[in-house]
């Protein structure tokens, strides 16, 4: 496990490629909608990584991803949060 520690003003996807760098033999990245830019996307392609991230919702071409990997990053997600003794991340109304 790498852990990197940023001001709390920094965007995740400013940090993802060198995380990404850091860590060999990437075939998938799952992550989520906060990495979609168009550099960090080019980046991945460079390195021959396949993202599995969904476009923004803000997007013009919308962007085709695989929706059950999608499902299971939330899956894991969740039970990080568990074992961390954090409750479930509930969306605010």
Request: one cysteine or more; hydrophobic letters at 35%; charged letters at 30%.
């Amino acid at each position: 496990m790498v852990l990197i520690l940023t001001p709390g003003n920094t965007a995740d996807w400013v940090m993802a490629q060198e995380c990404v760098s850091l860590i060999p033999g990437i075939k998938e990245l799952l992550a989520g909608k906060g990495y979609d830019t168009d550099a960090f996307r080019a980046f991945l392609k460079d390195q021959k990584i396949k993202p599995v991230t969904p476009g923004k919702s803000n997007r013009k071409k919308r962007i085709r991803h695989d929706k059950s990997a999608d499902k299971n990053r939330n899956r894991h997600r969740a039970l990080l949060r568990k074992a961390q003794g954090l409750p479930p991340h509930r969306h605010a109304l």
